[in-house]
């Protein structure tokens, strides 16, 4: 529904022409592939891939395609992660509808746009703290998953678990490994389930 809403949206606009929509992820860059868009506007979370990982594919596969992530989560790490990504445009879905059809022409001129208030949490963020294995750790626990079972589903034993699970506690200053992973993805440290 704010998918439709968002093309309609965009379609009411004289010099902008919305040539495609996906519900997925996956389904972005084959449908780039046949529409050609001078401009993607992507969610961050989407099914099947999430639009980070999506930003990261269509860029790799048709580099001219700027993207102009457009998203519910606006969480700082999130930023960091589409900018890395290939995105030129990271901006909230509660955007004022002229400054979103902006944000696509400005993107589409080869500039950058980031929400302000987003931009300056990120600064102020900062990267993740934590490693790539602590947060693979904590979002598989994100599911309530017990440590054996984390362990078996990652491949690592339970004491490296444990292990990761308390470096990350420490890092996000989580006194639980629940509150940790809350805290990281508060702060976008973890990837869009």
Do not use: C, Y
Not at 84 to 100: E, I, N
Not at 106 to 111: E, I, Q
Request: aromatic share 2%; charged share 25%.
């Amino acid at each position: 529904m704010v998918r439709g809403a968002l093309a309609a949206l965009l379609n009411l606009e004289r010099d902008i022409e919305v040539v495609a929509e996906v519900g997925r992820g996956d389904e972005v860059v084959p449908a780039a592939g046949r529409a050609t868009p001078d401009v993607a506007v992507i969610d961050v979370e989407m099914p099947g891939v999430d639009g980070i990982a999506a930003t990261r594919l269509l860029r790799a596969a048709m580099p001219t395609v700027r993207v102009l992530i457009v998203t519910t989560f606006g969480r700082p790490g999130f930023v960091r992660q589409a900018m890395a990504a290939g995105a030129s445009g990271f901006v909230v879905k509660d955007t004022p509808a002229r400054q979103l059809s902006d944000a696509v022409r400005r993107v589409h001129a080869g500039l950058r746009v980031v929400d302000g208030a987003l931009a300056l949490e990120s600064l102020s963020t900062g990267e993740s703290p934590l490693t790539e294995r602590e947060t693979d750790v904590l979002r598989a626990s994100r599911s309530g998953a017990t440590v054996t079972e984390l362990a078996r589903s990652l491949h690592l034993s339970e004491g490296t678990v444990r292990n990761h699970l308390s470096a990350a506690m420490g890092k996000t200053g989580g006194r639980t490994r629940a509150e940790a992973a809350r805290i990281a993805d508060e702060n976008g440290w973890l990837p869009p389930t």
